[in-house]
C-alpha cells in the first residue's frame, strides 16, 4: 500500500511532463499562427479609423530629406531618388501604422536606410516619405481587410510624390526606388503619375521595385532590357537555390494592381536580373557580383564595405534564383516579425549602385535630355564596362 501514493505521484508527473511536451510541440507546430493571430487589429478595415494623415509640407512627414538633419551628403548630388520604403510596422493595434511609431523608425533607420537607400545615395538627393503604411499582419494574410489597408497606403505615397514634385524636382532626373510593400505601391505610382507624362518619363533615370511582383505581360513602364537603358523598369522577387516553398509562396500569394485593385498575380512575374542589368534568363555567375553588404546599424552617410562574388543569379519561371551567399553575415536574425521583414543586408548593393550610376550618366549624356539638367558625374563611365556583359 505504501507504493500507491509514490505511483501515483510519479503518473501525475509524468502525465504533467507529457502535457508540458505536447504543448511544447504545439507551440512549435503552431507558432506562426499564434504570433500571426496576436497582429491582428480584429476590428474589420470598414469601421476601422486610420492614423492621422502625413502633411508632407512638414518635415516630420518624411524618413529622408535633404532639409533633415540627418542627411547623407553635405553635397548636391545630380538626380534625387523617391524612396518607397517597406513594411516596417508589426501590427496589433492597426491596421495601418502611424507616421510617427517609434519602433517602425527604428528599423527603418537602422535597416531600411544603410541596406536599401544606401546604394542611391551617391548620386542622388534623397526623398523618403513616411506613409501610413499597411501593417506586417496585412502582408502575411490575403483577407480583404488586408488588401484594404495596402490600397489605402498607396494615398499617402501619391500625395507625398505629388509634393515631391511639386515642390523639390524642378525639372531634375529622378529615380524610384520601392521595396517589398513599397515597391508594390511604386508600380502603381509609375502606372497614374509617371507612364502617361511625357516630361516626367523622360527624366525618369529607372525604377528599382525589389522583391516586388510586377507582371511580366503588363508592366508600367518597358523592363529593363540592358545595362544602358534609361526609363524603364527593374522589378524582381528571389528565392535561394532549393527553397521551393518560398519560389511557390510568391507565385502564389503575390498581389499586383488590376484596375486600382490588389488581385493575385496570374502569369509570370517580371525578372530583372541585378547582376546582369536587365531582364534575362541567363545565369550570371558569383564573380558578376560587385557587392553584398551588411549594413545594418552602419553611420548615416558611410559607405559600406561590399563582399564580391558571393552570389550567383538566374531568373527561373518568374522567380530569381539565387545561391546563398557564402558570409554568416547574411543569415536572417532578430525577432519573428523582423525575420519576415525585409532582411538587414543587402545581395545587391554594388550591383544596385553601379547599374544607378551609370544609366544616370547614359540619361545626362542624352542629347535630347533638357540641357537645364547637371553635367554627368565625373568619374561615371558612360560606356558599358566588362562586368555589365555576359560573358
Request: proline content about 9%; glycine content about 8%.
Amino acid at each position: 500500500m505504501a507504493d500507491t501514493p509514490r505511483r501515483t505521484r510519479l503518473w501525475l508527473t509524468s502525465a504533467a511532463l507529457l502535457v508540458v511536451g505536447l504543448l511544447a510541440v504545439g507551440g512549435m507546430v503552431w507558432r506562426d499562427d499564434i504570433l500571426r493571430t496576436g497582429l491582428d487589429p480584429k476590428e474589420p478595415f470598414q469601421t476601422y479609423e486610420p492614423p492621422p494623415a502625413p502633411d508632407y509640407a512638414q518635415r516630420g512627414a518624411w524618413s529622408l530629406s535633404p532639409s533633415q538633419p540627418l542627411t547623407w551628403s553635405e553635397d548636391d548630388p545630380p538626380a534625387d531618388v523617391f524612396f518607397v520604403g517597406p513594411t516596417s510596422y508589426d501590427g496589433g493595434s492597426h491596421w495601418n501604422a502611424p507616421i510617427d511609431d517609434p519602433r517602425a523608425d527604428q528599423f527603418f533607420r537602422r535597416t531600411v536606410g544603410p541596406n536599401y537607400v544606401g546604394p542611391f545615395v551617391r548620386m542622388g538627393r534623397v526623398f523618403a516619405p513616411r506613409y501610413r503604411q499597411a501593417s506586417l499582419y496585412s502582408m502575411l494574410t490575403l483577407r480583404d481587410d488586408a488588401r484594404e489597408a495596402r490600397r489605402f497606403a498607396y494615398g499617402d505615397v501619391r500625395l507625398a510624390f505629388a509634393h515631391y514634385m511639386a515642390e523639390y524636382n524642378q525639372g531634375r532626373p529622378y529615380v524610384i526606388v520601392g521595396v517589398e510593400q513599397g515597391g508594390t505601391l511604386a508600380s502603381r505610382l509609375l502606372a497614374e503619375e509617371v507612364a502617361a507624362d511625357p516630361d516626367r518619363r523622360r527624366r525618369l533615370v529607372a525604377a528599382y521595385l525589389i522583391e516586388t511582383a510586377v507582371p511580366a505581360g503588363a508592366p508600367p513602364l518597358p523592363l529593363c532590357q540592358s545595362p544602358q537603358e534609361t526609363g524603364c523598369l527593374a522589378a524582381w522577387m528571389s528565392a535561394y537555390e532549393g527553397d521551393r516553398e518560398r519560389a511557390q509562396m510568391l507565385r502564389d500569394r503575390s498581389l499586383v494592381w488590376s484596375g486600382g485593385q490588389l488581385v493575385n498575380l496570374s502569369g509570370l512575374a517580371a525578372c530583372y536580373n541585378p547582376l546582369l542589368g536587365a531582364v534575362s534568363e541567363a545565369e550570371a555567375p558569383a564573380r558578376l557580383a560587385k557587392g553584398a553588404t551588411n549594413a545594418t546599424s552602419l553611420e548615416w552617410g558611410a559607405r559600406p564595405a561590399l563582399q564580391t562574388r558571393q552570389v550567383s543569379a538566374q531568373c527561373e519561371g518568374g522567380i530569381l534564383r539565387v545561391s546563398r551567399p557564402r558570409s554568416a553575415a547574411f543569415r536572417p536574425t532578430g525577432s519573428w516579425a523582423n525575420q519576415r521583414k525585409m532582411p538587414g543586408y543587402n545581395l545587391f548593393y554594388g550591383d544596385l549602385e553601379a547599374s544607378y550610376e551609370l544609366r544616370l550618366a547614359t540619361l545626362l549624356a542624352d542629347p535630347a535630355f533638357p540641357r537645364a539638367a547637371r553635367p554627368i558625374p565625373q568619374g561615371v563611365e558612360v560606356e558599358p564596362s566588362p562586368l555589365h556583359r555576359i560573358d
